[in-house]
């Protein structure tokens, strides 16, 4: 059976876990779907990355040549049909050897639009990430798909929101402290972000408004009868 050639955007970009998965798989080229963006969506077991239809948005995608025990090997992963279903399409691929770029049928997996958004693993946002950073992809895409996904300013426990600031005691004898951005929630810890752009998971115990309260520093209190 002539090979097909399946289009990933997830943590299948992870070439040791294709690999695995897909021993028959090889690797073809890259394009981009425009029209589309990406989000975390799943369910109480976990989220994970697909695309939906947004004007405007594209997103990076690698494509695999894969046999016919590939794509069965993948049905199986994507829980095809009734977590993640196929969509044929044709897209323009630049090949990875020859850089010419030539168009191709190809298919793809996207999970089922009724399914809530949510907040994936730090494993599986780790194996995603391993991918882009293998293909050259901007890690942007997947930043915008995590804060998407968190809902925008959406609050969380203890009245934190996405983007709020919050502080970290990092050395409390020397009186040193992270600074760090609210990501999300992912129902029992905190992402945050520090301004390098590494991500760290946080309990709520940890997380202060300021230095001072980071560090149980008080403010002096006013003395009575002075403006």
Not at 97 to 103: A, D, I, L, S, Y
Not at 165 to 194: E, H, S
Request: one cysteine or more; a positive charge; aromatic letters at 14%.
């Amino acid at each position: 059976m002539e090979k097909r050639y399946y289009i990933a955007y997830g943590s299948n970009l992870n070439i040791r876990q294709m690999r695995m998965r897909c021993p028959g798989a090889r690797i073809i080229g890259t394009s981009v779907v425009e029209g589309y963006r990406l989000l975390f969506k799943g369910s109480k077991t976990g989220s994970y990355l697909t695309i939906e239809p947004q004007e405007g948005a594209s997103v990076p995608v690698a494509a695999w040549a894969v046999t016919e025990e590939d794509e069965a090997a993948l049905d199986r992963y994507e829980g095809f049909p009734s977590f993640y279903y196929k969509k044929e399409m044709e897209l323009p691929l630049k090949g990875i050897k020859t850089g010419k770029v030539r168009r191709r049928k190809v298919f793809v997996y996207i999970m089922h639009e009724d399914r809530p958004l949510g907040l994936p693993s730090e494993f599986y946002m780790e194996t995603c990430l391993q991918g882009y950073r293998s293909f050259g992809f901007d890690e942007a895409f997947l930043e915008q798909a995590y804060a998407d996904s968190s809902g925008e300013a959406q609050e969380f426990p203890g009245g934190w929101k996405t983007g709020d600031a919050c502080f970290m005691v990092t050395n409390r004898k020397n009186g040193c402290t992270g600074n760090y951005t609210v990501l999300g929630f992912d129902g029992k810890y905190f992402w945050l972000q520090n301004s390098r752009g590494s991500r760290y998971r946080a309990s709520a115990g940890r997380m202060f408004r300021s230095r001072e309260e980071a560090l149980g520093i008080r403010e002096p209190a006013a003395k009575e009868g002075l403006e």
